[in-house]
T-cell receptor
Framework: EADIYQTPRYLVIGTGKKITLECSQTMGHDKMYWYQQDPGMELHLIHYSYGVNSTEKGDLSSESTVSRIRTEHFPLTLESARPSHTSQYLC??????????????FGEGSWLTVV | GQQLNQSPQSMFIQEGEDVSMNCTSSSIFNTWLWYKQDPGEGPVLLIALYKAGELTSNGRLTAQFGITRKDSFLNISASIPSDVGIYFCAGSGNTPLVFGKGTRLSVIA
């Protein structure tokens, strides 16, 4: 069972606002990820990190940014939200080592609505 | 990049029926994973497979890692209403995990 926490779960904000989605995990996992998912649709990797001070962009281009200053914390920031950013954002983590290093565990997700 | 083909896209079944879904890849994978996602929630890991030919069960769920390392299937026996949701396969070789597009399962009581 994974211990990965996302806040807020639901957020409705106005266009142009800056938002930060928080993600924390208590498992000491080195790898962390952000996925974007529209309701009932496929998952798109937008950012990932293999450790502190390491961040990479994923397959789907995103205007969001991430930081990894502490192992357990991987926040995602949108400097100026737009309606096109409305989606569910899922944080995930995995161990770095061995064959199980690609087994990722998800948080409950953050639903963002930009009006 | 790597792609996964997951089928079927959706299924409507009667309660009590068995369900089968599968994923195929254009590349060889070292890991196959199966997740279930309920509406409004994050995906939950059901079964993880790390070895070609591996067959693993989790209650009424059974999944296998194909011997070619390019496919995997998930079976659900005696379906119940709470099996409703979206099931995702995921796999990886030496790159980040790739997800299938999901199988949407509806169970009719």
């Amino acid at each position: 069972e994974a211990d990965i926490y996302q806040t807020p779960r639901y957020l409705v904000i106005g266009t142009g606002k800056k938002i930060t989605l928080e993600c924390s995990q208590t498992m000491g996992h080195d790898k962390m990820y952000w996925y974007q998912q529209d309701p009932g649709m496929e998952l798109h990797l937008i950012h990932y990190s293999y450790g502190v001070n390491s961040t990479e962009k994923g397959d789907l281009s995103s205007e969001s940014t991430v930081s990894r200053i502490r192992t357990e914390h991987f926040p995602l920031t949108l400097e100026s939200a737009r309606p096109s950013h409305t989606s569910q954002y899922l944080c995930a983590s995995s161990e770095a080592r061995g064959g199980r290093g690609n087994t990722i565990y998800f948080g409950e997700g953050s639903w963002l609505t930009v009006v | 990049g790597q792609q996964l083909n997951q089928s079927p896209q959706s299924m409507f079944i009667q309660e009590g029926e068995d369900v089968s879904m599968n994923c195929t890849s254009s590349s060889i994978f070292n890991t196959w994973l199966w997740y279930k996602q309920d509406p409004g929630e994050g995906p939950v890991l059901l079964i993880a497979l790390y070895k070609a030919g591996e067959l693993t069960s989790n209650g009424r769920l059974t999944a296998q890692f194909g011997i070619t390392r390019k496919d995997s299937f998930l079976n659900i026996s005696a379906s119940i209403p709470s099996d409703v949701g979206i099931y995702f396969c995921a796999g990886s070789g030496n790159t980040p995990l790739v997800f299938g597009k999901g199988t949407r399962l509806s169970v009719i009581a």
